[in-house]
């Protein structure tokens, strides 16, 4: 039955497949994911591994990186980032545009690692450490609801939320006169 010949569908359907060969499935195993066929001896799988192989080596690369330049400062409390750049930072202040800068980046990262099957768990330390330093944000700004309140009913400067805060204790590190890069709600 395994050498017999190609079986001719004729149903008369009219559905454009009369007439047409179906042979085994031999044809289709030599097409790659793009339907370009394969030069004979030369398997799919082999470049399949390769280029994922790649991608994890690249990933382990980024990782490293955002290790060595970004996730070390974090702070242990709120997940706030100091400003990068900057050797020391004795006074502990983080702003928030570069914390979210650094979240995105983050995030970034461990949504590519999560097209990898064995990431040793990066992906979800990666995910943690954004949505740390959002909530940790989200925390700084939560303390000053009644100056949201305020902003509603007078839109004035003194009511804008500070954008600058302590990285271990979340308080506001200048007052409302002292600096101007308030953010508006």
């Known amino acids: ?11 008369g359907s009219g559905s454009g497949r009369r007439g047409s060969i179906y042979r085994s499935s031999q044809v ?5 994911s793009r339907n370009y066929a394969l030069p004979l001896g030369v398997p799919e799988k082999s470049t399949q591994i390769e280029q994922q192989e790649e991608l994890v080596k ?6 490293i990186q955002l290790k060595k330049q970004i996730l070390q400062y974090q702070s242990p409390t ?4 100091p400003d990068i750049g900057k050797e020391d930072n004795p006074t502990h202040i983080a702003h928030i545009r570069a914390s979210i800068y650094c979240a995105v980046a983050v ?3 461990s949504q590519a690692y999560r097209k990898v099957d064995d990431d040793q768990g ?3 330390e990666l995910a943690q450490s954004a949505v740390k330093c959002m909530r940790g944000i989200l925390f700084c700004w939560i303390r000053q609801a009644d100056k949201v309140e305020d902003f ?5 400067a003194e ?17 409302d006169d002292e600096y101007g890069h308030l953010q508006v709600c």
């Open 152 to 156: 509603k009913a007078n839109q004035r």
């Open 28 to 32: 289709f195993n030599r097409l790659d």
């Open 78 to 81: 709120l997940g706030l980032f």
């Open 122 to 124: 990066r992906t979800h």
């Open 159 to 175: 009511f804008a939320l500070h954008s600058a805060f302590h990285m271990v204790t979340g308080d506001p590190v200048y007052r």
């Open 107 to 109: 995030w970034a990262l």
């Open 58 to 63: 690249n990933l382990n690369t980024y990782y």
């Open 1 to 11: 039955m395994a050498d017999s010949p190609p079986r001719r569908h004729s149903s």
